[in-house]
Structures are given as structure tokens and as C-alpha cells.
Nanobody
Framework: QVQLVESGGGLVQPGESLRLSCAAS????????LGWYRQAPGKQRELVAS???????NYADSVKGRFIISRDNAKNTAHLQMNSLKPEDTAVYYC?????????WGQGTQVTVSS
């Protein structure tokens, strides 16, 4: 059974940092492309950052220079380091794993940025 489990969300003030983690099981982790998506209330889910199996990364313009995606294939884990957080970063963050036609989602973790 495939599982993606996100953790690390929470309530922070503007300017602070959070590190999200995504622990995967049931897949051959190193061949999957990984992504972090977010969905704010009333908005569509959007791609925040992605990393290929080879380690190439891509970021949404809104988070470039602030967020860093990484993967640890030895631990079947992906991370999203989020710095200089803004209120507009408030959303549920989801981990995603894709290989060919196989696509899996985690349940999400809430990130709230508020003073």
C-alpha cells in the first residue's frame, strides 16, 4: 500500500521558517518525481516546487528564493524548507509523487502564517 505522510506544518509569524517533510512508503522512491502543492481556501491547488528523480528542481515564481525542495532517497523522504514566510503562503500543503501514469498524494499539512 502506497502512503505519503506529510508533517511539519503549523502556525508561524510572517518572516519565520518551517520545514515540511513527506515520508513515502510502498513505492520505489528514487524513481519518482516529487512535488509540493498547496491549496488555500477558495483557490485551486497549485504547484509550489518539484524535484525530479535526478534532482532537478523547479519553483513557482511566488516562492523562488524563499523555498527549497530536497529529497533523501536513502530515507524515502522529501522536504520543503520554507523561509521568509508570508501570510499569502497560508494553505494546506500536499506532497505528490509521480512516475509514468502512477500518481500519489498525501493527506496534507496545514501551514498558517499570521501575526
Amino acid at each position: 500500500q502506497v502512503q505519503l505522510v506529510e508533517s511539519g506544518g503549523g502556525l508561524v509569524q510572517p518572516g519565520e521558517s518551517l520545514r515540511l517533510s513527506c515520508a513515502a512508503s510502498g513505492i520505489t522512491f528514487n524513481i519518482y518525481a516529487l512535488g509540493w502543492y498547496r491549496q488555500a481556501p477558495g483557490k485551486q491547488r497549485e504547484l509550489v516546487a518539484s524535484i525530479t528523480s535526478g534532482g532537478s528542481t523547479n519553483y513557482a515564481d511566488s516562492v523562488k528564493g524563499r523555498f527549497i525542495i530536497s529529497r533523501d532517497n536513502a530515507k524515502n523522504t522529501a522536504h520543503l524548507q520554507m523561509n521568509s514566510l508570508k501570510p499569502e503562503d497560508t494553505a494546506v500543503y500536499y506532497c505528490n509523487a509521480v512516475w509514468v501514469s502512477n500518481r500519489y498524494w498525501g493527506q496534507g499539512t496545514q501551514v498558517t502564517v499570521s501575526s
